[in-house]
C-alpha cells in the first residue's frame, strides 16, 4: 500500500480542504438537480448521471496533484480516476436500456469507489478527517450493492442515487473541516 511522508506541507492540506468543500457542494447542488429529475431518463438526468463520475475523475486529478507533493496515495487515486471515467462512458451506455441497466452500473462503481476511498482514506489518516472518508466508502460499498440489488425489481428510480450523492458530499464536509493543520500531523 502507498505510504505517506512523515509531516505533509501545510499546501497539500489547504488544497485537500479545497477540494472536499468542493465536492460537497458539488454534490449537494447535483443532488438536488437529479431529486427533480430521478422519475425518468430523460436528458438532464442522463447529463447528470454522466457528470458527476467525469467530475470525480476530475477531482481525483486534482488530487493528484497534491498527493504527489507529498508522497500520498497515488496509486489509489489512479484507480479512483481510472473507475470514475470508466464509469461516465458505462452511464452514457447503459443510459440507453433503462433505469435498471443505470442503477447496475452505479452499483458496480459504488462498490468499486467505495472500496478505494477506504483504501486511501487509511493511507492518509494522519492528515486527520479519514475517519469520515472511510465510513463513506465503507457505506458506498453497502450502497452499491443495493443499487445492483434495486435493478432487478420494477418501478426503480433514481431518487437513492440523489442521496447517495448527497450523503457523501456529507463526508466531504466532515472530512475537510477535521482535516489537521500541518504542523498536528502525526
Avoid: H
Avoid at 16 to 26: I, T
Avoid at 92 to 114: E, H, K
Amino acid at each position: 500500500m502507498d505510504t505517506l511522508v512523515v509531516n505533509a506541507p501545510t499546501s497539500v492540506t489547504a488544497a485537500l480542504r479545497r477540494l472536499y468543500l468542493l465536492r460537497f457542494a458539488f454534490a449537494a447542488v447535483w443532488a438536488g438537480l437529479l431529486f427533480t429529475t430521478a422519475d425518468t431518463l430523460g436528458p438532464i438526468s442522463v447529463t447528470l448521471l454522466v457528470l458527476y463520475p467525469l467530475f470525480d475523475a476530475a477531482c481525483a486529478v486534482v488530487d493528484l496533484r497534491s498527493a504527489r507533493a507529498d508522497g500520498g496515495p497515488v496509486r489509489g487515486l489512479y484507480v479512483n480516476l481510472a473507475l470514475s471515467a470508466l464509469t461516465g462512458v458505462a452511464l452514457a451506455v447503459a443510459a440507453a436500456s433503462g433505469i435498471q441497466a443505470v442503477l447496475q452500473v452505479w452499483g458496480i462503481w459504488a462498490i468499486t469507489a467505495g472500496i478505494t476511498q477506504v483504501a486511501v482514506g487509511v493511507v492518509r489518516r494522519r492528515l486527520g478527517g479519514q475517519g469520515a472518508m472511510i465510513a463513506s466508502g465503507s457505506i458506498s460499498t453497502l450502497a452499491g450493492a443495493s443499487f445492483v440489488a434495486q435493478a432487478s425489481k420494477d418501478g426503480a428510480t433514481l431518487t437513492n442515487i440523489a442521496g447517495y450523492a448527497l450523503l457523501g458530499g456529507i463526508f466531504f464536509l466532515v472530512s475537510a473541516l477535521r482535516l489537521k493543520p500541518a504542523g498536528e500531523q502525526a
